[in-house]
């Protein structure tokens, strides 16, 4: 305790005793067997336990990326890893490190959503008008608009439609998707492109900002989500057994150069030293 | 391609095109919304869809730890992280470097498992008397045996217990679970220790091993089962504002020596060169 | 090699043949025993020798932070980290994962530097008036300059002076560390707090910045210069053999909170599904 | 402070005051400016001063490897990684991951010598009779000896030879290097293989142990000495602004086979269920 007489720790999220677990308050014993693991992700985030529409909800975003191939640089990295260093826990923190600012998390999409949202709502409405203002704000900055765009689909992401569907038959969809919404019509209008459509990880957040999922816990999901793949793909590495994977001489541009240290060193006085 | 005609990288886990992915040969878009994420983990692992019955399986095993409270070295270690570095991708990326040796991994009960029922196999019967053989050889080393145990349980671990029921229930139960009690029975037996339990770790094991998972795969969907509780820590922690986190002068043995680094170098013949 | 005729990756680092090593042109055989340590950072960084007034600067700031004890977050980090996974690999990156945002990492002041110095350059003048131009805008946008202030020093911090005097005695100093210097100035007289010093991270990012390194390589240097204090907390930790550190439960505030999950699954309209 | 009235930490690596920083007792003050980096890397990992020799051998063995181009995996993964999540950190953190089993790391090495030497000193003496008996004990488990051989060198290695020449100058060489010599004649005479060499790195283990490193450390010099390469790699690959490497399709073996999920879920028993 410090001198205010508060403890250095404070958590709710769980708490361990000799004979069982409390996540959230709930018996881990009782737990295991009643809850798909997408629920008790959803009971450790949000604190309470959803409703059975916001497991199966939980379930499909958990399920919209799951894994791309060799074109996604942390499964490449991870397999890298575990060709000189054949460790499952290893590959793992190494794909989570190449999540960041060119992979298509939904936190840039949800950060956006829930300042907009609020910053409408704070200046009396969050309707067309409003989207349209935030439009204006973001296209002066020269930003772009996170979660729009899609390199092959024009109009409509079926997948990110399906989320939508989903969403409204699980009873998940409300004010925030709606909100987004309005900011893509807005910013088709004013950038004259109806064609451009919202994408899969724009309207992931939507959702999840929609339950109330901070921006960080929108990348923590998003990561758990692709957790499966890797470790698919490192388990398939080391069975590769490639040992030391590297890239190919011909793949490469070399700087073919050559210099003489001892003669550069007597230029650039360092006999005095050596 | 090399010289042989293979190409560098070989992978049959997921296939990505423009407008869809394929996970192990399944529409990305059409698996939305239909399988649970716990029976992508398993299509994504093992290559082929789980029964319905495997698929909660899936959700009991992934359930079973899910988060210990700041008992946990790596939960602790990701919050000392945050504290510094206000990121999520690296907070779980150090939770996971915290798995390891002494960590209670099934990896570790895994592979007794699968070797020793090998071994049995082999040399022609995996009943109890083999299952005595492999002890006493695992005795003789005096290696401990991995997944007995428990600082509070005594002849039964409600939560492995559960496991079982659910594995029998599910239809997923089978020899190499039947294997793992046969050499708890000839482990207690000859320890004269009847009240060591299989705890939960031990039967994730066995049952992820009668399910078909490698060892190196039960790390990954070990860690994978904590990811959840490592978010909502992490979460916790960054919306906490505690920065810079430290470990309070008063639980540390400090080393108060000062020592004088002109003479000791003087000492040490560090003149000529300074 | 893609359609344009480039290959797919490019460095200039070095080259490896079967026999020797060539570092930005230099044989690795000729090197060893010839360059310090440092001189070698410098090389890999800068792609050209340093001189040695160059190079005993780098081993000035190399050595300017070294170690904190254990109140630094990535220290405590790594020690958590090992006591589950002894493992010097894992304590390693562990550490470095816990530099960001709320240490005191030269990047952000070696940004400063170098993005005023560009804009009053282009403006025209990099004096006294130009600094406070910068000075005032910064101010305007309420973000805190970086690299000024100490906890404990006033008017001067003397790690600061030693590496500025240095600087000065190998040749190093320069236009960008003047700027700095300026910078410094305008904001003690603006803010009318002539005690606020500029501390050592703002002297290393202006001497490095001088030197002519990169923002991003400033936190790479950084790091560097912390490695050998966490591998000597990492092997101190293994060789201390405390297994599994916790966080001792009289230092958590936990929420006691318990709840019926059987009961509260009921109410949530689980029944239909489980 | 426990039961015990032990505190819960215990260091004596460094102690941080309000105005100085005391590494291993020294004021880190006094030491900038003073001692080289390497020095200062003996220093935290020894607990005492080196002498000016130990301190150029440090020099000497910290820029035997430096770096190995596209050719060591860890620079490959960390160029993947920033790629997508542009951060020195994420970059330097995914480098050091690399390092295991199949890496030529001085630990393998380092730990056969300290064991078999302990052995031999037990046993009476550590002379060639003695390796000849540690050799025919290892090639009987058939586990190959770390750090001999080269893809390239024969009879001798230059670099391995340089580092036995400075170490032999600066007074650093001894008993532990002798034994090594011994063990490497011992094999080479039982294999009848003259013609293989100590390579680079089985001597920095020999002269690693030599100067009291235990193998943990060892590994932990190896990444220290690979840090500024990695710094330079990362550096390179974020100005050259390639967003999200993938691996070129043509080098990629993919499984094309395509399934058809409703259909298996229905053979699978699933239509119960969803």
């Known amino acids: 305790m410090d001198a205010s007489g508060k403890r250095y720790w404070s ?17 881990l014993g009782e737990l295991i067997g009643r809850l798909p693991f997408s ?14 529409g916001e497991s199966r909800m939980m379930d499909a975003l958990l399920c919209s990326v799951l894994d791309y191939a060799l074109k996604k640089p942390g499964t490449v990295a991870a397999r890298y890893c575990v060709s000189a260093n054949p460790s499952m826990v290893a590959g793992l ?10 992979t298509l998390a939904p936190d840039q999409a949800g950060r956006l959503i829930l300042e907009s949202f609020t910053d409408a709502n704070r200046a009396g409405a969050v309707d067309d008008a409003a989207a349209g203002l935030q439009i204006e704000k973001l296209r002066a900055t020269g930003r772009r608009v996170p979660g729009f765009g899609h390199p092959v689909f024009r109009f409509t992401d079926p997948r990110a439609q399906k989320l939508k569907d989903i969403a409204r038959a699980e009873g998940v969809w409300g004010p925030l998707c709606d909100w987004y919404e309005a900011l893509h019509r807005a910013f088709t209008t004013r950038a004259k492109k109806p064609e451009i459509v919202i994408n899969e990880v724009g309207m992931m957040a939507a959702i999840l900002a929609q339950m109330g999922f901070t921006p960080e816990e929108m990348t923590g999901i998003a990561i758990l989500s692709s957790v499966p793949g890797v470790i698919a793909h490192v388990s398939e590495e080391i069975q590769g057994k490639v040992r030391i994977r590297t890239v190919p001489d011909e793949a490469v541009e070399y700087d073919h150069r050559r210099r003489d240290l001892k003669a550069d060193m007597a230029a650039g006085d360092w006999q005095a030293d050596r």
């Open 11 to 27: 958590t709710s999220v769980s708490e361990a005793e000799a004979a069982d677990v409390f996540i959230r308050g709930y018996s």
């Open 39 to 52: 629920a008790a992700t959803f009971l450790l985030l949000r604190g309470k336990l959803p409703t059975p």
């Open 93 to 102: 923190a190494t794909a989570v490190l190449s999540v960041g600012e060119y």
